[in-house]
Structures are given as C-alpha cells and as structure tokens.
C-alpha cells in the first residue's frame, strides 16, 4: 500500500490557509488583484489537500491486482492480468531528476509520482512487478 505522505498534506493544508488568510487580509486592504490571485489559490491547494484527507492510499497491491484511486477520490481494481505494462518515466531537465508510475491497462494509464506513493517511483515499480508475476 503506498500512501501521501502527511507532511505533504499538512503543507498542503498550511497554504491553503495562509492564501485564504491573503485573501481576507487584501479584501479589507482593497486591493481586487490579491483577492483574485489569492482565492483560486485557496481553492486550488484546498481541494488538493481535501483529496490528500479522503483519498491518501493512491495505490494498493494484493494477490488479485491493484486498486487505484479514479478521479477525485474514487477507487478501481485492475486485475493483474489487466496490467500490459508497468514502467517508470525518467526525465532530466535543469540539472533534476523525475520520476513518473506509468501502469498501462490499455484502456487508461495511470500515472503516480514520488510525492502520491511516498516513496521511490522505481521501488514501487519492482515491488509491483514481483507481486504481479
């Protein structure tokens, strides 16, 4: 089972905070512009870190197949026989490195980063291409 890590979340609650406090600081002071840059971004880290409370096991494993989180904050089974291809996306650009699950089912793909499985993308990869065969 592989999860958000809370800090995460909390830092994610913690903007959510400070931005809609923004916008209540420049909604008295009058200024319009940091009212409407502050709102959205309260809603925007609000909502991320409500699905972050709902949803924080991003993907699961058992001896059936994986479950995943769909959408918001909904769940599906995919079947291992399901599963064509699980592979991690690298790529290196201003001196970074990133990684990226990709678990192909045909009909979608799923995609987790470091920060949704909380820990290493490659990891999780190998752990899951042990399960699976």
């Known amino acids: 089972m592989w999860r958000v890590r809370r800090e995460l979340a909390v830092f994610k609650i913690l903007g ?8 209540i600081f420049w909604w008295f ?5 940091g009212v409407i840059l502050a709102v959205p971004a309260a ?3 609000g909502a991320m870190a409500l699905r972050d409370l709902i949803a924080p096991v991003r993907l699961a494993a058992d ?13 599906r089974h995919v079947p291992w026989a399901a599963i064509w291809d699980i592979k991690v996306d690298v790529r290196r650009r201003w001196g970074l490195r990133s990684e990226m699950l990709e ?3 045909g009909d979608n793909l799923h995609l987790f980063s470091p920060h949704e499985l909380g820990t290493s ?7 899951l291409r042990r399960r699976g065969t």
């Open 16 to 23: 959510a905070l400070v931005s809609a406090g923004l916008a």
């Open 29 to 33: 002071e009058g200024d319009v512009r």
């Open 43 to 45: 809603v925007l880290i």
């Open 63 to 75: 001896e059936s197949g994986i479950t995943v989180v769909h959408g918001f904050a909904g769940r």
């Open 103 to 105: 678990i192909d089912t």
């Open 121 to 127: 993308p490659t990891e999780v990869a190998a752990a």
